[in-house]
């Protein structure tokens, strides 16, 4: 029993660890852009750093097909592993890039792909951490395992948001939020030292233990068999995430760099406390979705979600910008988005299970969630309206609603319990 609490809290480590470097280089927008993007006005500088922030995107889902065959072949810990390395060398490989200044392009372009190494390797680890906690924890508490599993995410955004801060309140060490990324990769070396202690699921063993042709199948044959779960989890995949990087990365910091209608300072305080009710609501969804109906907790929190963005918008046409409806609405994502994350991993049977999640998360990613700031920073040009900006945020929860409505009334096997 020990081992196995043991495997949770290694997991819980890994995610904080990953999640730190992951949001640390989104918070770190504006220096990264002035480090590298110089010499152009503060909204065209955000603008070429989203575009980075969403072209790197497109390394994701080659990590996915390759950690993902690893997955489903060798185990999830296996791919936790090899990614971990990976992703230690890309963060902290960020911190030692010359600045536009000294380097040019050439910055940007190694900018770039570190930024691409390390998404690959976040699809092999934060992945397979969910469907890992997922199988190893059983039906009664796993909603509730991956309701912890984000709210540890959320411990590693807050570490990121806090050591960010303090690098730009010291003004004359203007190169101090390298030393953001240093710490990161050290933290990933660490990681790495307590994977030895990680034991498989039970159900990836069983899986193991049966001829299954499907193992072996190509990544292609497998998209094309299971074409419409893997179209639906890669919509709600992607939505979801949008959501995330809309509500926390994006919109404070819109609103008060480019927008103009908050200050700086206010978007800098709200920040910490939009992702403590992110996590707070990972934790409380969690354990509702495995106590009442999943389905109907989702649905409930979604259509809320969906009437205070039109609540928000309307008031933003009025030159109003309601910090608590921002709170409502961040406290509101992880009701629908944790259970949601279980119902899509029960989509596919185990032993494909790795690719068919991992992929369909990262193509979802790639065309609609990472995408989301830079597409909304181009709504902004073009129009100049911020309600327009809102307007993209509830298209997106609008394709979700659909696309989670049409999970629910299909028949098909929950391959969790089979």
């Known amino acids: 029993m020990h081992k196995e609490y043991g495997s949770y809290i290694i997991a819980v480590l890994a995610t904080i660890v990953r999640y730190y470097d ?29 575009a980075v922030f969403s072209l790197a995107v497109i390394a994701r889902p080659l990590g996915s097909v390759v950690y993902g065959k690893i997955g489903d ?16 060398i890309s963060t902290g490989a960020i911190a030692l890039i010359p600045s536009f200044a000294s380097w040019g392009i050439f910055s940007v372009i190694l900018l770039t792909l570190c930024r691409m190494m390390f998404l690959m390797s976040l699809a092999g680890e934060i992945d397979a951490i969910k469907i890992f906690v997922a199988e190893k924890i059983g039906k009664k508490r796993r909603n509730f395992a991956i309701g912890i599993v984000t709210f540890s995410s959320q411990l590693g955004v807050i570490l990121a948001s806090f050591m960010y801060h303090i690098a730009i309140s010291i003004e004359n060490l203007g190169a101090l939020w390298r030393l953001n990324f240093v710490l990161g990769g050290l933290l990933g070396c660490v990681v790495i030292m307590f994977r030895g202690y990680l034991k498989e699921s039970q159900a990836f063993l069983n899986s193991q233990s049966k001829i299954n042709p499907e193992v072996n199948s190509s990544i292609i044959g497998l998209i094309i068999e299971n074409r419409l779960k893997f179209f639906l989890s890669m919509m709600a995949n992607g939505m979801l995430g949008g959501g995330y990087h809309f509500l926390i990365i994006f919109l404070g910091t819109f609103a008060a760099s480019v927008a103009g209608v908050i200050t700086k300072s206010q978007a800098a305080s709200s920040n910490v406390t939009l992702i403590a009710l992110y996590a707070i609501g990972a934790i409380i969804s969690g354990y509702l979705a495995d106590k009442i109906t999943a389905a109907k907790q989702i649905l409930f929190a979604l259509s809320l979600t969906i009437v205070c963005t039109i609540i928000m918008e309307f008031w933003i046409t009025q030159g109003v910008f309601s910090f608590s409806l921002h709170k409502v609405l961040v406290f509101l994502v992880p009701f629908y988005s944790v259970p949601c994350i279980v119902k899509l991993q029960s989509l596919f049977p185990t032993g494909i299970r790795m690719r068919m999640y991992s992929l369909s998360h990262s193509i979802g990613s790639m065309i609609f969630s990472s995408t989301t700031p830079f597409i909304c920073m181009l709504i902004w040009r073009h129009t100049g309206m911020f309600s327009m900006v809102l307007g993209y945020f509830l298209l ?11 999970i629910g009334k299909m028949k098909y096997s929950n391959f969790f319990e089979t």
């Open 73 to 88: 072949k060798a185990g999830r810990i296996t791919s936790m592993k090899l990614s971990t390395i990976i992703a230690a």
């Open 22 to 50: 992951y949001a640390l280089f989104g918070l770190s927008a504006s220096v990264i852009a002035k480090t590298f993007m110089p010499g152009v006005a503060d909204s065209d500088q955000m603008l070429l750093f989203f």
């Open 396 to 406: 997106q929860l609008s394709m979700l609603f659909f696309a989670l409505v049409y």
